[in-house]
C-alpha cells in the first residue's frame, strides 16, 4: 500500500491521482504512476502535492506552472524528481505538451465562471 501524505484533503488528491482513467492504461493494484503532471504547481493544493510527492520519492513530478521565472516556480524547481513544465489552461497546444509521457494528472479546477477574470471564451472542439 502506498504511502499517503498526512493531509486528509493531500491523500484525497493522490488518491484520484493514482485512480482509473478511461483514456490511459489502467495501473495495476499498489502499482504507483512512473509520472506525474500535477496542474497549478505553483498554486496552495498543487504545491503541496509536488512538494508531497517529491519527498516520497517513488514518481516523477511534472509541475505545471505558466511561468518557470515565477518565484513560486523556482521554489519547487530544485525539488528531487520535480521537472517544471510552462502550460496555460487557455493554450489547448501546450496542455497537450505537457501530458506527453504522463501517467496520470491531478487537476485542480476552480468554482468560478472564466468570465470572472477576463479570459476569452475558450475555443470550441476536441483538445487533442
Avoid: W, Y
Avoid at 26 to 47: E, M
Avoid at 56 to 79: F, H
Amino acid at each position: 500500500m502506498p504511502k499517503f501524505p498526512a493531509s486528509p484533503a493531500l491523500a484525497a488528491f493522490f488518491l484520484a491521482v493514482i485512480s482509473t482513467c478511461s483514456a490511459m492504461q489502467q495501473l495495476q493494484p499498489g502499482v504507483l504512476p512512473k509520472v506525474i503532471l500535477v496542474a497549478s504547481g505553483t498554486a496552495n493544493t498543487g504545491g503541496n502535492l509536488v512538494r508531497e510527492l517529491s519527498a516520497d520519492g517513488k514518481t516523477s513530478v511534472r509541475a505545471m506552472v505558466k511561468s518557470k521565472d515565477d518565484p513560486r516556480a523556482k521554489l519547487i524547481s530544485d525539488l528531487p524528481g520535480v521537472v517544471l513544465v510552462e502550460a496555460d489552461f487557455d493554450d489547448r497546444t501546450s496542455i497537450a505538451a505537457a501530458l506527453v509521457g504522463v501517467d496520470r494528472a491531478m487537476l485542480v479546477t476552480s468554482a468560478f465562471d472564466h468570465l470572472q477574470f477576463e479570459r476569452a471564451p475558450p475555443p470550441q472542439g476536441p483538445l487533442l
